[in-house]
């Protein structure tokens, strides 16, 4: 039996869409399962014993409703993390079918992860699937199946071109070394990794200090109830989340991540469209991303290894929309860096909402065991890895010649709230005469 509420409903509990489907619509059938309970006859789950070190005995994460995969689910949510919408717009467009299933051919990882421990530790890994990057192999049988098994993790390789490393090969401060660097305009090659959510709930909830059923309430109650299966199907403990993922940047041969024997440099970094694409100087968002590419690529040279790893938390997981109107408050305020939180606040009613606490998930899937030098002053991503167990022997701050004149407001207040720094912490009363760039020129401020 199916659940459902309104006037729509049939006896049966399943909801009668004749009324309003399209002709699309109707390759659904007549009837919408809303939501399923545990011990139903349409629900057999397959076991999903998350933390087992054997992917065959882990198995795999089933979240489709389509087809004989339905009644399998063993994970709630749908793949692709935010573009789930996009799949879904295809389907109504009459431009995917419905029950398409990929063709994996040749889509293998370029590079093969050595497995780590932490893979088998339900503690370590909570935020992603630790086999999603080949699931051809690990749940052959359950493809052949007919099940809808797809892979969150995707494994390549590349060549990029950023400006500030072309600059730097130019200017004598990278080398062309022919492996990492393969030419005077700069190319760099590069192993990436991408990553989409993939939740344990049990564990995020741990993280947070929670328990399990508040975290559910919270996401059923403040995703506009997008999920009911979070609270009807406490069987089910892995939840595929519709946000963004994150991308590894890696730099030299992979397979000396792990290796403890040589130096690493890391840079953590939250994506800032503004900024990293369009170079906006407000924030020191760009300059610090190509500081530590160039770090990164310095060691890996020198025969350790350069990872940066890009989470898509724009504005601090706040949003770019908020953000703006922050940007807008601020301008219009005066732009001091004693109200630089304070901004944030007003609007969003937090300062910051990125929740580093599952951040080191991905380390710990690299095997990541130590950082020698972290290219980042935040004390939040700092105590988040050191809390699970990776030290960090050097922490690397912006260079000042770096800063933007304008993003010293940031800078400045991110320091005196607790941000490494080598150089002078800023006092509160020092705060008030750190001034940003004003709008005089554009509107008037009276307002």
Known sequence: MAASTGDASSATGQVDASSWSSPLGKRYGSRIILTTYPGQSVVDPI??????????????????????????????????????????????????????????RNTQPTFEFKQQEAWGDRTKIVSMDPFGHDVVRHFR????????????????????????????????KLEVDGSIIIGSNGDVRVTKVAVEPVWY?????????????????????????????????PDIKVFLPPIGGLTCYIF?????????????????????????????????????????????????????????????KEGRALGEVVKY???????????TADKYFQRTENVAGVKDMRFQALMPDILHWLGIKKIDRML?????????????????YERVPIPDDMIPEDSRVEIDAKINAGYFTLGKQVTDEELKNVKGRGWESWEDLSH
């Open 141 to 172: 049988k359950h493809l052949d199946a007919g099940l809808d098994a797809r892979p969150t993790i995707a494994i390549t390789r590349a060549t990029m071109r950023v400006a500030e490393i072309s600059d730097a090969v130019r200017a004598g």
């Open 201 to 233: 709930l049990p564990g995020v909830a741990a993280r947070f200090g929670i328990d399990e059923g508040t975290l559910r309430r919270a996401l059923f109650e403040h995703m506009g109830g997008a999920y009911p299966e979070l609270i009807t199907r």
């Open 47 to 104: 076991p999903l014993d998350w933390g087992n070190a054997d992917p065959a005995r882990r198995g795999p994460v089933l979240c489709s409703r389509n087809g004989d995969t339905l009644k399998k689910r063993n994970a709630m949510g749908a793949h692709g993390g935010s573009y789930s919408v996009y799949n879904a717009l295809a389907v109504a467009a009459g431009d995917l079918p419905p029950d398409f299933k990929p063709d994996f």
């Open 252 to 312: 030299g041969p992979p397979e000396r991540i792990s290796d403890e024997s040589v130096r690493l440099a890391l840079r953590v970094h939250d994506e800032c469209n503004g900024s990293d694409v369009f170079q906006s100087d407000i924030c020191t968002c760009r300059p610090y991303l190509a500081f530590g590419i160039q770090e990164a690529i310095k060691e890996a040279q020198n025969g350790g290894s350069g990872v940066c790893i890009y989470f898509r």
């Open 325 to 335: 109107l922050v940007y807008n408050a601020r301008k219009r305020g005066g732009d």
């Open 376 to 392: 980042s002053m935040s004390n939040m991503k700092y105590d988040a890895i050191v809390e699970q167990g990776i030290p960090i």
